[in-house]
């Protein structure tokens, strides 16, 4: 019996979604329930029936800018219109989204920046945060060996080492114009975080929720926070005269200014006093890395996407490789054989994840047969286009974990054919709520990604496997996603999101949108998802699916969960006559400008 497997956003039906012990015995059951319940815990509380408004499609003819927050937007436009390239922009835009969408934007944490010049240069800027040396496999363990996710994700030993202002000086110093120096490109966000800005959009709807989290820290409070303990609310003003400093203090003296000197002195004393192990050492020896994108093929166009320390790029590709030999424009958008077939391709995908995925500098990673069309072959022959393949009939690795709920992506075109995708985070809503004292710098909990225990489920109850164990100066894996989608050569999608987990999946359908169901890029950013990560063996969906598909993916075996929302997939489509932004609708602010 099926009844109450999916959700009409009522949390209390969970327990009803229909699952039935396995014949392993009861303790996978709970283990089962254990993990939906944690997993659905997570989701964005569902909002009405029609959640948001569709994105509202934006069109320039030379260059266009798509973030999270309408300022920081605009700080890349102008960059554009005084001549930088499309890197010069994202620079100028990531530093103004580290004071305008505090959130996710950053100088305390890391992500990856997709370069793709006019010229056919590739690269990916990798400025993931790294595990201090003293990092441990058993960090996050309590005293018993039990993992005790406070230590991952509420405490100075989340905090990796930051890497977004190397990586952002690296990518402007391999492949900015040359027209603007680090210091130009700053300005805008050092004023913004001097002058103050208006608290409103997501702003004002992530700093209550983030209020008790960010209350534990009083560097933090003092700047999140009224004198009362409330969060500032829409009318007050928001400065960070510390973080402008700082700023200021990066911009005149370099890069280095933040790994060495006073600000990372700063960084240490606040993290080691939160109950971290990260020293001024790791901080001096931290370097953002260039990487080779992976590349893939879909239906003759090319896929170019973010190589590990990402799972992203491989498991993107991994399943439009499985999808290519389907019929899904025939099937429909959002039929139920269509999502079928992505439901099941995403599970393989993220099954794998689990087990093969982490640092590729520190373990052996299998990309190129996890990104092979043969490969792909072989997993699209267990598939069942009648049936879903429940979880436990797949691999037995472990299964993939979950990240945070807070990141943010953007996407730049430049009059020249640049393009640049870039996705950064703290991990969690403002990081670990951790302000480095007299920075005005918010600290990442980024080591969370770590599996931190084989075999036991984290903070979000998942398990992770061996190769993304925490160690000594690793990476933990990450599903950050920033994609070019390259036509006859050139740059035809800028894409990726925030979303945790789901970020690769929230990828893939704006990619299937665009391609197969020839939807334009609005109507992609803005169409309801689906989710199936493998574990827990449960499909989440978007509210705005036909009630009707519902219980027909029902009737195939699918355990499904409709409610909630989740990314923010800021993107691009590049066609001969026109660029067509469009901010993804579901967080209030986020802004398309083109010129
Ligand atoms: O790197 C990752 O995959 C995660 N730390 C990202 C977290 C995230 O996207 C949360 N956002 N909504």
Redo the contacts with the bound molecule.
């Keep these: 019996m099926n009844a109450g497997a999916y959700v009409r956003g009522r949390r209390s039906w969970i327990p009803g979604l229909g699952l039935r012990p396995r014949p392993e015995g009861r303790a996978w059951g709970r283990y089962c329930v254990a993990l939906i319940l944690a997993f659905v815990a997570l989701l964005p509380a569902a909002r009405s029936e029609t959640p948001f408004r569709p994105a509202q499609a934006v069109l320039a003819h030379q260059a266009m800018v798509v973030s999270q927050e309408k300022r920081a937007t605009r700080v890349g436009l102008e960059v554009l219109q005084n001549g930088g390239n499309a890197v010069d922009a994202a620079v100028a835009v990531a530093f103004a989204l580290a004071v305008t969408h505090p959130q996710?934007g950053n100088l305390g944490g890391g992500?990856f920046m997709l370069i793709r010049l006019a010229d056919g240069t590739a690269s990916a800027i990798d400025y993931?945060e790294t595990a201090p040396q003293a990092a441990t496999r058993d960090m996050f363990l309590d005293h018993n060996g039990d993992y005790d996710p406070k230590k991952s994700r509420e405490s100075g030993l989340a905090v990796g080492v930051p890497g977004t202002v190397a990586g952002l000086a690296l990518a402007l110093e391999k492949y900015g114009s040359g027209t603007f120096a680090l210091a130009d490109l700053m300005a805008p966000a050092i004023a913004l975080a001097r002058d103050g800005i208006p608290v409103e959009d997501e702003l004002a709807d992530s700093l209550p929720r983030a209020a008790p989290r960010l209350a534990r820290f009083p560097a933090a409070a003092k700047i999140f926070l009224q004198s009362n303990g409330a969060a500032l609310a829409p009318g007050d003003k928001l400065v960070q005269a510390d973080l402008a400093r700082a700023l200021e203090t990066i911009a005149r003296q370099g890069p280095r200014a933040f790994y060495e000197g006073s600000i990372s002195q700063r960084i240490v004393d606040s993290v080691r006093e939160a109950g971290g192990i990260l020293s001024r050492e790791d901080l001096r020896d931290y370097r953002a890395l260039e990487r080779v994108p992976v590349r893939g093929s879909y239906r003759g166009y090319e896929i170019l996407s973010t190589p590990p320390p990402?799972?992203?790029g491989v498991h993107l590709i991994e399943m439009l490789n499985i999808l290519e030999a389907y019929p899904l424009d025939r099937l429909g958008a959002r039929s139920t054989a269509a999502l079928h077939l992505m439901i099941e391709a995403m599970k393989r995908a993220y099954a794998d994840r689990a087990k093969f995925l982490g640092d590729a500098d520190q373990v052996s990673v299998p990309v190129e047969r996890l990104i092979s069309k043969s490969y792909a072959a072989e997993l699209r022959k267990t598939i069942d286009p009648e049936h879903a393949t429940p979880a436990g009939a797949l691999r037995a690795g472990g299964p993939a974990e979950h990240?945070?709920?807070?990141?943010t992506h953007f996407s730049v075109i430049d009059r020249f054919g640049n393009a640049v995708a870039n996705?950064y985070?703290l991990?969690?809503?403002y990081g670990l709520g951790l302000v480095a004292e007299g920075t005005g710098i918010l600290l990442n909990n980024?080591l969370?990604?770590f599996a931190a225990k084989p075999g036991a489920p984290n903070a979000f109850g998942l398990i992770g496997g061996e190769a993304n164990a925490p160690g000594p100066g690793k990476r933990?894996?990450?599903?950050?996603s920033p994609t070019i989608v390259l036509k006859d050569g050139k740059p035809w999608l800028i894409t990726g999101?925030?979303?945790?987990?789901?970020?690769i999946t929230i990828v893939l359908q704006v990619i299937l949108d665009v391609i197969d169901f020839r939807q334009d890029i609005a109507q992609a950013v803005s169409a309801p998802r689906v989710h199936d990560q493998w574990l827990p063996d449960v499909v989440t969906a978007e509210r705005g699916f036909a009630e009707d598909t519902i219980r027909r993916l029902e009737a195939l075996g699918h355990r499904l969960y409709v409610g909630g929302t989740?990314?923010?997939a800021n993107s691009i489509l590049i066609a001969p006559d026109a660029i067509t932004g469009a901010a993804d609708p579901r967080t209030r602010g986020a802004a398309a400008e083109g010129e």
């Design positions: 996710a992500g993931r990402s799972s992203g990240e945070g709920d807070h990141t996705t985070t991990n969690l809503n980024e969370d990604d933990p894996l990450s599903s950050m999101s925030p979303g945790g987990s789901r970020i989740w990314g923010s």
